[in-house]
């Protein structure tokens, strides 16, 4: 059996599936896109966006996977990488590569991002943050 065959052929339209809480944060909400299922938990793919100001942000952690990437689809966020700010925007791809250290600190109201990670059931571990002061946040008007 070849690798394309462990998988199932998925197809998700924008009425299929409602942004609900309950995702890794409290602040956001979470749209399953049907990829754990069809990739029998190898990859997740969700869409991502605001549905609280950020407070406290998501704090310093690390995702054991094999491979993440983030693709901005709506506003913008900030993130910590080790320690260097990097504003993500609209139309923005970053992929985190294992194990970076990463803080999400600041986000616009209307954010919201695609998402996908491998394996679908990763590990988030919160660390310790290097030596640097993170930026204060935009408040929402």
């Known amino acids: 059996m070849t690798e394309f065959a462990k ?3 998925s197809h998700v339209k924008p009425t299929d599936t409602e942004f609900k809480a309950g995702g890794l944060r409290d602040f956001f909400l979470y749209r399953d896109l049907g990829i754990t299922e069809a990739t029998h938990g190898k990859v997740v793919a969700h869409l991502v966006k605001a ?3 950020p407070d406290k942000g998501t704090g310093w952690h690390v995702h054991e996977a ?3 990437i983030v ?3 709506k506003g913008w ?4 990488y080790e320690d260097k700010v990097t504003l993500v925007e609209a139309g923005d791809c ?3 590569r294992p194990g970076i250290r990463h803080f999400l600190f600041d986000y616009s109201p209307d954010m919201e991002y695609l998402e996908i990670v491998s394996p679908a059931d990763f590990k988030t571990v919160s660390v310790e943050g290097p030596e640097c002061d993170v930026p204060p946040l935009t408040p929402w008007k």
Request: net charge negative; glycine share 0%; no cysteine.
């Open 94 to 96: 970053v992929h985190q």
């Open 7 to 9: 998988t199932e052929f």
């Open 66 to 68: 094999d491979f993440q």
């Open 77 to 80: 966020a900030k993130f910590m």
């Open 71 to 73: 693709i901005m689809t």
């Open 51 to 53: 549905n609280n100001a």
